[in-house]
Every structure is written in structure tokens, then in C-alpha cells.
């Protein structure tokens, strides 16, 4: 008969999951590469996402515990009216351009967007797969604006 594994583990210590943030000052300080872009993109490709998914795990009875840092210079640049009206900007110029490249590869199922048929007259996968990151694109920005206004 093998030994009841549960009771042979003891507690060595404890386990904390930080997550740490900074950004510099970028408040207004002009777009991309180094300015409020910054700002926007952290926010975009983690802040939001991550925050969405906390509520999801919420709304699903599931309980977690991690601690988030973040810098004083951030936290007032996330509170800042002008950081957030810009955000909604920024992400509505990101869905602009995603919807630009859908329909610009809309037509590769067809053979008739750029780079969509090869020499021989074939559909070429890259057509196809733009089409698809560019739709890809469009929701996830239209997702990320929809759970930051909501």
C-alpha cells in the first residue's frame, strides 16, 4: 500500500505574485516613439487586459491574490483626463487602421488583394493570414475600448 503523498508535503515558506509597473513621464509629450504612446500601449496590451481578465476570474467565483505595483509618475499619468482622452483616441485610431487592412484584404478569398495571388495565379496563405491579423486586430481594440469605457 503507497503512502498518502497529501500528508508527507509541508509548508516551506510563502508565495507572492507581483506585478511592477513604470513608465516614464509622457504625459503630452508627443507621439510616437517616445511620448504619450507609451502611455497607450501599456495600457492597451496590458493594463485593460489584465484588469478584464481580473473581472472575468471574478464573475467566475474564482479567487485570486497578487499584488500590483505601480510608480507614483504612473499612477498619476492613468488618473490624468488628457492620458485618458488620448487613450480613446489612440485606440480609435488603431481600430481605423485594423478596419482599413480588413478591407483592404477583404477580397483575398478571391485573389484579388494585394500580394493575395502568386505568379501561377494562385492564392498565396499571406493574403489570407493579413486578412485574418488584420481582423484579429479590430476586435481585440474594439474589445480593449468597449471594457475601458464600460
Known sequence: ???DRSKLVTALGAFTFVLHSHLPYARLAG???HG???IHE???ETYVPLLSTLYDLKEEGIHFKLTIGITPI???QLAD???LFNF???LDAKIKAAKSDVELYADADEGEAP???DADGNLTENAKHLHYLASWYQDFYQGIKDAFIN
Do not use: F, K, N, Q
Request: net charge negative.
Open 74 to 76: 504612473l499612477g498619476e
Open 81 to 83: 483626463d488628457t492620458v
Open 31 to 33: 507621439r510616437w516613439p
Open 1 to 3: 500500500m503507497s503512502p
Open 115 to 117: 500580394s493575395a495571388v
Open 88 to 90: 480613446v483616441e489612440y
Open 36 to 38: 504619450e504612446e507609451w
Open 42 to 44: 501599456a495600457a492597451s
